[in-house]
């Protein structure tokens, strides 16, 4: 008998050092917008994803968020269905999180008037949501309104500490950049609406929830603080930047928190990263990483292990390159890297990456080729990222 476990034991281990990879379509491809992706996995085991679906963005009255279930132990999605939807307004960027007391929320901007800068943030929280016949049922919906009423002081002390490079100065983008930034930060109405969610929000010892915002109005960042499980909300102060927009949030084992985030300046290039000592609070100012970012979305998740995982389009222009990177050094170096997609032409992009609680990575995105538009998800193991056809 004790050969017999023995034996056992070592196929299980065999079993789970193989390569793994697979790959679907979520529901098949159309000519209507289908984007911005966000995947949870239940506590019952099954996976969630949410994304926002219409005849196009912000400019589209017609866009609603959707959502599909993946039932543990089945190998197809279920169909999809309506999860939030303003009547007569889009709304966009969907970000799924389970809290503490393993309650589902749905973060989402409604644009009040087709400008990104309108977007009014909104949220719901059900205690009961994995029924498979039926869609979520909200215990609460409602609005979080942030006041960031340093704005003004802390973009003008952001861009005294760091001034554009000399050799950029008298770019007439970044002239136009700076002058809006300041007439913005001493308005009200943009320093407390047009706030954004991309991806998850991270969860920290302390409870503390820092959801991840941007604000198109600025062109940069930063954090919704709640300190109790989401009764009430904060803002941080501003991550302020040339472009760095949606940031994803990974904790190191000293507590420093790690932004890391899209670039949108006048010159994408890089990921940027900014940093925090005080739970989210006040963070450094934005710098470039070594990674590229052609000006697309970019979510990094601490594994159970350790192990940091980052999803992003790693090139400095277009988006048909989405590579899974693995580093063991808290983002010091990013030692491996395997691609999701790569091709000469389509658009995969927008990643929500989660670990599930069996170790496999799951990754949703939009999944954007001559065929029509689509979200697609992939399984993986950290063998088959190991199993690399590049390193860094």
């Given at each position: 008998?004790?050969?017999?476990?023995?034996?056992?034991?070592?196929?299980?281990?065999?079993?789970?050092?193989?390569?793994?990879?697979?790959?679907?379509?979520i529901f098949p491809q159309e000519k209507w917008h289908?984007?911005?992706?966000?995947?949870?996995?239940?506590?019952?085991?099954?996976?969630?994803v949410v994304w926002y679906h219409g005849s196009g963005?912000?400019?589209?009255?017609?866009?609603?968020?959707?959502?599909?279930?993946?039932?543990?132990?089945?190998?197809?999605?279920?169909?999809?269905?309506?999860?939030?939807?303003?009547?007569?307004?889009?709304?966009?960027?969907?970000?799924?999180?389970?809290?503490?007391?393993?309650?589902?929320?749905?973060?989402?901007?409604?644009?009040?008037?087709?400008?990104?800068?309108?977007?009014?943030?909104?949220?719901?929280?059900?205690?009961?949501?994995?029924?498979?016949?039926?869609?979520?049922?909200?215990?609460?919906?409602?609005?979080?309104?942030?006041?960031?009423?340093?704005?003004?002081?802390?973009?003008?002390?952001?861009?005294?500490?760091?001034?554009?490079?000399?050799?950029?100065?008298?770019?007439?983008?970044?002239?136009?950049?700076?002058?809006?930034?300041?007439?913005?930060?001493?308005?009200?109405?943009?320093a407390r609406m047009g706030w954004m969610p991309r991806?998850?929000?991270?969860?920290?010892?302390?409870?503390?929830?820092?959801?991840?915002?941007?604000?198109?109005?600025?062109?940069?960042?930063?954090?919704?603080?709640?300190?109790?499980?989401?009764?009430?909300?904060?803002?941080?102060?501003?991550?302020?930047?040339?472009?760095?927009?949606?940031?994803?949030?990974?904790?190191?084992?000293?507590?420093?928190?790690?932004?890391?985030?899209?670039?949108?300046?006048?010159?994408?290039?890089?990921?940027?990263?900014?940093?925090?000592?005080?739970?989210?609070?006040?963070?450094?100012?934005?710098?470039?990483?070594?990674?590229?970012?052609?000006?697309?979305?970019?979510?990094?998740?601490?594994?159970?292990?350790?192990?940091?995982?980052?999803?992003?389009?790693?090139?400095?222009?277009?988006?048909?390159?989405?590579?899974?990177?693995?580093?063991?050094?808290?983002?010091?170096?990013?030692?491996?890297?395997?691609?999701?997609?790569?091709?000469?032409?389509?658009?995969?992009?927008?990643?929500?990456?989660?670990?599930?609680?069996?170790?496999?990575?799951?990754?949703?995105?939009?999944?954007?080729?001559?065929?029509?538009?689509?979200?697609?998800?992939?399984?993986?193991?950290?063998?088959?990222?190991?199993?690399?056809?590049?390193?860094?």
């Open positions: 008998m004790k050969t017999l476990c023995v034996f056992l034991c070592v196929l299980c281990v065999s079993a789970v050092s193989q390569p793994l990879h697979k790959a679907e379509l289908n984007h911005a992706s966000s995947v949870v996995e239940l506590a019952n085991g099954d996976l969630l963005e912000r400019s589209a009255d017609d866009v609603i968020i959707e959502a599909a279930r993946k039932i543990k132990g089945e190998s197809s999605w279920r169909p999809r269905f309506l999860i939030a939807d303003t009547p007569g307004f889009p709304d966009c960027n969907p970000a799924l999180f389970i809290d503490a007391k393993q309650r589902l929320w749905l973060f989402w901007p409604l644009i009040v008037a087709n400008e990104w800068h309108t977007a009014l943030l909104r949220f719901q929280v059900s205690s009961d949501y994995q029924n498979a016949q039926r869609p979520p049922r909200w215990e609460r919906s409602d609005v979080m309104l942030l006041k960031p009423d340093t704005m003004a002081k802390d973009v003008q002390q952001a861009l005294e500490k760091q001034p554009p490079p000399a050799a950029e100065s008298d770019d007439p983008r970044i002239k136009a950049y700076i002058a809006r930034l300041k007439e913005h930060a001493a308005d009200k109405y943009f991806v998850h929000p991270t969860l920290l010892p302390s409870g503390r929830i820092v959801l991840p915002l941007y604000s198109d109005g600025y062109s940069f960042s930063l954090m919704a603080l709640s300190d109790d499980g989401g009764d009430t909300w904060k803002a941080s102060a501003p991550l302020v930047g040339a472009g760095n927009i949606q940031p994803s949030v990974v904790r190191k084992n000293d507590g420093t928190l790690v932004a890391y985030m899209r670039d949108n300046g006048p010159a994408p290039k890089r990921i940027q990263v900014s940093t925090s000592r005080d739970e989210g609070m006040t963070w450094s100012p934005p710098v470039d990483s070594e990674l590229p970012n052609p000006g697309s979305g970019v979510e990094a998740i601490r594994l159970r292990d350790g192990t940091w995982a980052m999803v992003y389009n790693d090139t400095e222009r277009g988006r048909n390159s989405l590579a899974l990177s693995l580093s063991d050094d808290e983002g010091k170096t990013w030692k491996w890297t395997r691609y999701l997609e790569k091709a000469a032409a389509g658009q995969y992009h927008y990643p929500s990456i989660i670990q599930s609680r069996d170790g496999l990575l799951h990754i949703t995105y939009s999944y954007f080729t001559t065929e029509g538009q689509a979200i697609k998800h992939a399984a993986v193991n950290l063998e088959w990222v190991k199993t690399s056809e590049a390193q860094r």
